[in-house]
């Protein structure tokens, strides 16, 4: 089998005007070299509705992947999902499955899941979520389009769960444990932890709430049972979590 | 008059491998911000005579201007020129004035002007070049399809040439002059030339050539007289050059 190509789709303003440098390209590139995908072509279009669908339909009928990135947060311009809706010609509304997610988040942090943030949960019918272990709200795949968040770290953390997928082997399952120590406090057990897992990957991300700096620790394989034995054990760890 | 539209095309696998990573869009797009350009489209293509074409085509109907980057330099895989004479119709053959140009330069380094570098002459027939005061090699302007060089140092040069000409002005001439010290060495007198004449852009680019480090000094700006008589006080500054 030879290959599968690709094609990432970048969404946003703010790298066309220059305000912002995307990471993103780079990044995937990188991986996607690492993994056997054969990036063939980016774009970078504005959040602009035509230019949007326009983009999607030219690069998924012409690849075999699409990864787009941005344009899926809470403000009026992220409008990507509707876009990749409207390209497939299929219905999208708030999903039962996204909103339950990104609202159990909300409770837990004591925040309001207003009306802006539940636009986070507007998922196409027929696309399957993906998973995002630093911030809750979800992507999702629709057919062969990968639809990330432009946040670089979100961005990295969706990619490690679909590069799997690609390349023919099973989706990566993650698990996240929020400790609410720095980097540098956690960075020797955890190191320790990582290596006695070794069959797993674990990253760190780090994360600052009300002046106070934490670490959401993900930990991902492809076997639940086994993430599951992991994840007793990192919580064990960091008691305080 | 609304602001131009305009669109970009890097060329190189390198870029879509990851391999090397792309600081001429974000460069562009602050460029185009400052001088009230709206860049509305970016694409990333691989060195693929048919996906270079394509794009070209697609970018120069769609939007007032095109900036493209890469694929101009010595070896078999420097297709751009080629494409772009193909997208036009244009005849394309190694033409005088660049081949003057690039034969005077090397001449000079005491380099042969061999048959790779020859491929640098290459220029579609009713094609404008556009100055490299970097290392000489031009780029070149067909109708609105302005073609540059990869390199970031030689981009910024090209971009700043022929930025004029896309807002309504007149396009900055510029003159070089080659000095064989350090940027630290001159800073301090270059810094006190710039202030005296300030009404027009005064750049250093640095270069190593056979373990020596030397500074090409670029002098910028509209006017040719004024030009002449800011590099004679150049000249006199540095009379080793």
New interface residues.
Partial sequence: MSNPTAAML?IGDE?????T??AN?????????KHGVD????????DDRA?IVDALNALRSAYDVVVTSGGIGPTHDDITADCVAEAFGAHIDVRDDAYALLDAHYKSQGKEFNTARQRMARIPDGATLIDNPVSIAPGFTMENVHVMAGVPSVFQAMVASVLPTLTGGAPLLSQTLRVQRGEGDIAEPLGQFARDYSDLQVGSYPYQQDGVYGSNVVVRGADAARLDAAMVALRALFPEA
Avoid: C, K, N, P
Wanted: aromatic share 8%.
């Fill in positions: 970048v790298i066309l005007s220059g305000r440098r995307d390209m780079h990044y995937l590139a990188q991986e996607f070299t990036l063939r072509e980016v774009r970078v279009v504005s230019a």
